[in-house]
């Protein structure tokens, strides 16, 4: 071979090195734990699906790669903490858990261990983390801007319905943003002229009850608290209460919407599922949760379902038909 040609192949091996190979620098298949307080039927898949995606982008191939270990807790605390002490045990590289509750779990299960959350709401007030910028221990990932949503998801509500005075809330005291979501919303209302009524649902059971309370006090309207592993389970029920009592409802998923309500509004998750593989990238390369920096969603996404509102006799102005990200026909 000639020096030209042997320098030829040389660049050329080199330009069709796998992208995996400068990813992961080795031959060990890492293993990432998920932990989820819902169901593994709480149609969640395009997320998984945007995570793996996200890691592919980054140059590493699920089985060559990684693994995923998934573990769901189907609405049950302690099982969430039995899981996350599993994990542990199972000694993953790194532990994704989505929501405060499952953040919590992990975070009692271990201190050393990596964990990047996924989606909490207020993570310095829920103490995981010392702050944004520096989030100081074994925890880092995405947060939500809980609070501004809440506030954005009462002003659609009222422009949706203009002639709306009376909006009931859908809450689980057990949650863990219950009380700061419950203060934003009191002054998002005043500043609006609506009247809150606070409706505690900890159970199904509870449902018919509340339901039944709220059409007694004379909502015109619904609006429902994030509490991810009650409407997991739930969000089809809620729907369909809804429908029953005829009241306009937003959502902060957008599962909600595809189980049949109104409307939500809350962060594209798949977008924020892809967004975590850059940060179990960093940590499988060496990077420490405590300097990476959290971050908050850039993308958002406005979904209006028009057959429940149809169902409602509601006409949606076109004014926030406009503002939709996606309309449900």
Do not use: C
């Not at 319905?161 to 057990?174: E, M």
């Not at 902060?252 to 939500?264: C, E, N, Q």
């Amino acid at each position: 071979m000639t020096a030209l040609a042997f320098l030829a192949a040389l660049t050329l091996s080199t330009f069709t090195v796998p992208l995996s190979v400068d990813a992961q620098g080795s031959a060990k298949v890492y293993r990432i734990g998920m932990l989820r307080p819902g169901s593994p039927l709480a149609g969640s898949s395009p997320n998984l699906e945007a995570l793996r995606q996200g890691m592919h982008d980054l140059g590493y191939i699920e089985g060559q790669h990684f693994v995923v270990e998934s573990r769901w807790a189907e609405g049950s605390d302690e099982r969430l903490h039995d899981l996350a002490a599993e994990l542990v045990r199972l000694q993953v590289d790194v532990i994704m858990a989505a929501g405060a509750l499952a953040t919590h779990a992990a975070q009692q299960a271990t201190r050393t261990m990596p964990i990047v959350m996924l989606g909490v709401y207020d993570p310095v007030g829920a103490g995981l983390v010392a702050s944004l910028a520096r989030p100081g221990g074994n925890i880092t990932g995405l947060s939500t801007l809980g609070l501004e949503l809440a506030g954005k998801r009462l002003e659609l509500l009222k422009e949706t319905v203009p002639q709306l005075v009376r909006v009931a809330v859908l809450a689980n005291p057990a949650a863990p943003p219950h009380t700061v979501f419950l203060e934003t919303l009191t002054v998002v209302s005043q500043e609006l002229g609506l009247q809150l009524q606070v409706l505690e649902v900890r159970s199904s059971d509870e449902l018919d009850r509340a339901f039944a309370a709220l059409t007694h006090a004379g909502a015109e309207a619904l609006f429902v608290l994030p509490d991810p592993p009650m409407l997991d389970r739930l969000d089809r029920r809620i729907a369909d209460l809804t429908a029953q009592h005829r009241l306009p409802a937003i959502y902060p998923f957008k599962s909600s919407v595809d189980a049949g309500g109104l409307m939500s509004y809350a962060p594209h998750l798949p977008d924020i599922y892809r967004r975590a593989a850059y940060y179990v990238d960093k940590i499988l390369k060496g990077a420490k949760p405590a300097d990476l920096p959290v971050e908050q969603p850039t993308k958002f996404e406005f979904v209006i379902n028009l057959k429940a509102a149809q169902a409602l006799g509601l006409t949606i102005p076109p004014a926030i038909l406009f503002q939709a990200d996606e309309v449900l026909q």
